[in-house]
C-alpha cells in the first residue's frame, strides 16, 4: 500500500510541476522571466518546518519519553545516552542547512532563550516585540548583512516543551505555558525575489537538513546500551523509532500539497 501511496504522490507532483512551469497561452508572456517573491518563500519553509516541528516535538519527543527514551540538552555528549530537544533539533537542521551551497539561514531566538546565544539583540530584538505584540509574521531587510529575513511566531505546542523550559536551571522564566509565544524562527536569504527552480532548490535545502538532523538521531540511539529498533514503527508503538525514510515520508505527506499549492499560487500572484 505504501508503494502505491508513494507512486501515487510522484504522479501529483509530476502533474502538479509541468502545470507551473507550462507556460501561459500569450506567447508574448512565455520566457521564465516571472519571479517568486522570497517572503512567499519563507512561509513555505515556515510551514514545513512547523509540520516537521510538531512531528519531533509531539511523536518522538512526547510519544518516546513514554515508551522509555530520552532527550537532553547535553545529547552530544558520549555519555548520555539521548535525543536532542525540540530546539536542538532545529539548531542541528540549521547547521545543516548552513552547509548546503544553497544560502539559506535559519535560526531559533528569544527574549528569554536557554542559551544566550539565541537571544535576540539589535534590529531582531525590536521586530520580535512586534511580532509578539501583533501575533503577525515580520519580514524585514537586514541591511547589515545585505539579507532578506522573515521572523515567525515559536509556539510551545507540548508539556513536553513547557515543562522543559520551566525546569532548566539556566532558564531566566519558570512560567511557561501551552500556546505561549517562547521565541521566533527567522529565516534569511540574499534574494528579495527568485525563480521557481531556485525556490524548489530552497524547500529542498530544508528537507535535505531535516533529514540530517534525523538520521544524527538515529546513529546517536544506535550507541545507547539498550538501542530502540529502527524501522516502519513509531514510539507510540512502543520502544521503537522510524527509519530516517519513514520520518521524511511522513513529513511529505503533511506538507508537499501545500508546497505546491502555495508555490502555484506565488508564480500566478507574478503573472
Not at 535525543?83 to 539548531?91: E, I, K, M, S
Amino acid at each position: 500500500m505504501r508503494t502505491i501511496a508513494v507512486a501515487a504522490a510522484i504522479v501529483v507532483i509530476a502533474v502538479a510541476l509541468i502545470i507551473v512551469n507550462a507556460p501561459p497561452p500569450d506567447s508574448a508572456l512565455s520566457g521564465g522571466g516571472r519571479q517568486i517573491p522570497i517572503a512567499a518563500v519563507f512561509e513555505i519553509l515556515e510551514a514545513e518546518n512547523d509540520a516537521v516541528r510538531e512531528m519531533w516535538a509531539k511523536r518522538i519527543v512526547g510519544n518516546g519519553q513514554e515508551a522509555g527514551l530520552k532527550f537532553d540538552k547535553r545529547w552530544r555528549e558520549p555519555e548520555v545516552e539521548a535525543g536532542p530537544l525540540p530546539a536542538l533539533f532545529l539548531r542541528e537542521t540549521a547547521e545543516s542547512v548552513r552547509r548546503n551551497p544553497v544560502p539559506l539561514y535559519l535560526f531559533l531566538g528569544s527574549d528569554f532563550p536557554i542559551n544566550d546565544a539565541n537571544k535576540f539583540s539589535g534590529p531582531q530584538e525590536a521586530y520580535f516585540k512586534e511580532l509578539k505584540r501583533t501575533g503577525k509574521p515580520q519580514f524585514f531587510l537586514d541591511e547589515s548583512i545585505g539579507m532578506n529575513n522573515a521572523m515567525f511566531s515559536d509556539i510551545a505546542v507540548t508539556e513536553a516543551c513547557v515543562n522543559c523550559h520551566n525546569n532548566e536551571p539556566e532558564t531566566t522564566k519558570t512560567d511557561w505555558k501551552l500556546g505561549d509565544t517562547m521565541g521566533a524562527t527567522t529565516w534569511a536569504y540574499p534574494a528579495s525575489e527568485v525563480s521557481l527552480d531556485e525556490a524548489l532548490s530552497i524547500v529542498d535545502a530544508l528537507r535535505h537538513g531535516v533529514r540530517h538532523a534525523y538520521e544524527e538521531y538515529i546513529a546517536k540511539a544506535a550507541t545507547f546500551a539498550n538501542p530502540p529498533a529502527v524501522g516502519d514503527n513509531w514510539p507510540s508503538d512502543g520502544y521503537f523509532i522510524p527509519s530516517a525514510n519513514v520520518f521524511m515520508e511522513e513529513a511529505e505527506r503533511q506538507t508537499s500539497t501545500g508546497t505546491l499549492r502555495a508555490l502555484i499560487e506565488a508564480r500566478r500572484s507574478e503573472e
